[in-house]
């Protein structure tokens, strides 16, 4: 709702670009519109709503990494950045919605953000109390910051990211978020596992970076901060995707938490309850004549879990 209210006050650069090709006005390039835009965020004088619109617009347009290494070259990159600490709820959402795009498989930008100290206030605002609107778009632009990028990794694990996002899953009402964080740390660990692998078999990533990703020290962390039975409390959660995301995760942190998840109770009658579960639905699925369904691969997992813990 909140976006549908900001899109009906700010037409679609596509549809102003067309009036502007009608009336004969020179189209702005891309570097000029982000100037604008940074220009009116950045302004004391205009309002909140006004200020959100121009953040609104500017994602469009840093989804391109040139543009988005552009808005660092002029310094707009740092203005959003510290929109991040704006008093205003709703400004710290876009920002955020800015920067994710901003970061997104940009290591230029991303090394950049680093430096201009965003790693740290995306750490507040999910260590305080906000809406979770804006909690989403803040963990939507960390995720951003840390993936393929090892050294934003080794700074997260240094700054007690993990403590942060263990609070965030264990807040009241924030739940949704859950499965997202637990996706980041399947995602971290696998990414971590093959650079490794991918070192040793092709000789191809950079000794640099192998030296990078070796002091992420993630899996102890996770150990360390009580993840193994935060992850394994997961798979309770009612949705089958939802399931399906923890799964993928406590099959990933297997090697590493198998002593826990021996031990866990709670998680065998879990899992037995699931295992039920899914044969009965794989059951009709193959009645149905399906060969390849959701809840056989979903079952598939389940067993090649349970496998894995004997
Ligand atoms: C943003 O505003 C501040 C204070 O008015 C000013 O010093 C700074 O140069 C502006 N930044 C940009 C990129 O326009
Ligand atoms: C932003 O807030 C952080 C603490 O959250 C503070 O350390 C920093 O100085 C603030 N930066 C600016 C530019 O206000």
Redesign the pocket.
């Known amino acids: 709702a909140r976006q549908a209210e900001v899109k009906r006050l700010f037409r679609p650069i596509e549809e102003l670009k067309k009036d502007f090709a009608e009336l004969n006005v020179v189209i702005e390039t891309d570097m000029q519109i982000m100037v604008r835009l ?2 009116k965020f ?3 004088s205009s309002s909140l709503e006004e200020k959100i619109a121009a953040l609104f617009d500017l994602e469009y347009y840093v989804h391109q990494m040139d543009n988005a290494q552009d808005l660092f070259s ?3 990159l ?2 959003v950045i510290n929109g991040l600490n704006s008093t205003e709820p709703l400004v710290k959402e876009y920002a955020a919605f800015v920067l994710g795009a901003a970061f997104s498989s940009n290591p230029r930008v991303q090394v950049e953000a680093i430096e201009g100290g965003a790693l740290q206030k995306l750490l507040v605002i999910l260590a305080t109390e906000q809406p979770l609107a804006t909690k989403k778009k803040v963990l939507f632009a960390l995720c951003s910051l840390l993936r393929h990028f090892p050294y934003a990794q080794q700074q997260f694990l240094k700054l007690g990211g993990l403590q942060v996002l263990r609070s965030l899953v264990q807040e009241k009402g924030m739940e949704v978020l859950a499965v997202r964080v637990v996706t980041l740390l399947y995602d971290l660990v696998t990414e971590k596992m093959f650079a490794e692998e991918e070192a040793e078999l092709t000789r191809e990533t950079s000794p640099e970076k192998l030296q990078q990703y070796r002091q992420v020290h993630l899996l102890p962390g996770l150990q360390e901060q009580g993840w193994c039975a935060i992850t394994a409390s997961l798979l309770a959660l009612p949705e089958h995707d939802a399931r399906e995301k923890v799964l993928q995760t406590l099959g990933a942190l297997l090697a590493t938490c198998r002593d826990h998840y021996r031990q866990d109770a709670q998680l065998s009658r879990t899992l037995a309850s699931l295992q039920a579960e899914y044969q009965a639905l794989a059951a009709l699925e193959l009645q149905d004549g399906e060969e390849e369904g959701y809840f056989q691969e979903l079952l598939g997992s389940i067993n090649s879990f349970l496998q894995g813990l004997r």
């Open positions: 940074i220009n950045n302004s004391s002029f310094g707009g740092q203005v």
